[in-house]
């Protein structure tokens, strides 16, 4: 039975060789050194036990899928690569367990709960966003209006220097109505018309 660290100890080997491929790959383009460190992060997450995407075998096919990439990419490009995963493998003398389907059932659980939270995040996002623009648009409504404000009063002011014609203005006679002279009439008809003692 192999030890508790050789896991790790593979993984770290094949995370080492990982970089120093990406390193000897930089001059021949960014997709091979993004397939290295794919293959190599794969490779470290099959040998420790801990997949994300595959079905957690020691597998060209499982490392394929967990790199996220087509196979041939393993069989005909980086096969180099390749067969340094055949030679940890068959150094750690066991293949772990597969990953049980309570696991894979959590994984996905939480890869969802990960992109509804994200989702979430860029709605907030995106809110908070509109919600400055409505504030910058209304600090400048504000700003507009105070200063229509400041004009008005200005204009009000040398207003009151001047003085109110309207308020100079006689107020004309107003001749008595009609009615005014029936009531004065019947007034003067009950007054005499009262008896005396």
């Not at 996002?125 to 229509?148: D, G, P, W």
């Amino acid at each position: 039975m192999s030890a508790p660290n050789e896991p790790r100890a593979s993984a770290a080997l094949a995370q080492l060789v990982g970089q120093a491929l990406a390193h000897a790959h930089a001059d021949s383009g960014s997709e091979d050194v993004a397939e290295v460190k794919a293959i190599t992060d794969a490779m470290v997450r099959l040998l420790i036990g801990a997949p994300l995407h595959s079905d957690g075998k020691l597998t060209i096919v499982s490392l394929a899928v967990e790199a996220g990439l087509r196979r041939n990419k393993l069989t005909h490009k980086h096969t180099g690569l390749k067969d340094l995963f055949y030679a940890l493998v068959k150094a750690r003398g066991h293949s772990p367990e597969p990953v049980s389907e309570a696991a894979r059932a959590r994984g996905r659980k939480q890869q969802e709960d990960l992109a509804r939270v994200r989702t979430e995040r860029d709605d907030l996002r995106s809110q908070a966003q509109l919600l400055a623009r409505i504030v910058q648009v209304l600090e400048v409504e504000n700003h507009r209006l105070k200063e229509t404000n400041a004009a008005l009063e200005e204009q009000m002011a040398a207003r009151t220097g001047v003085s109110d014609l309207a308020g100079r203005r006689q107020a004309a006679p107003v001749a008595p109505s009609p009615s005014d002279d029936i009531e004065v009439t019947l007034a003067a008809a009950r007054h005499w018309l009262q008896p005396r003692p």
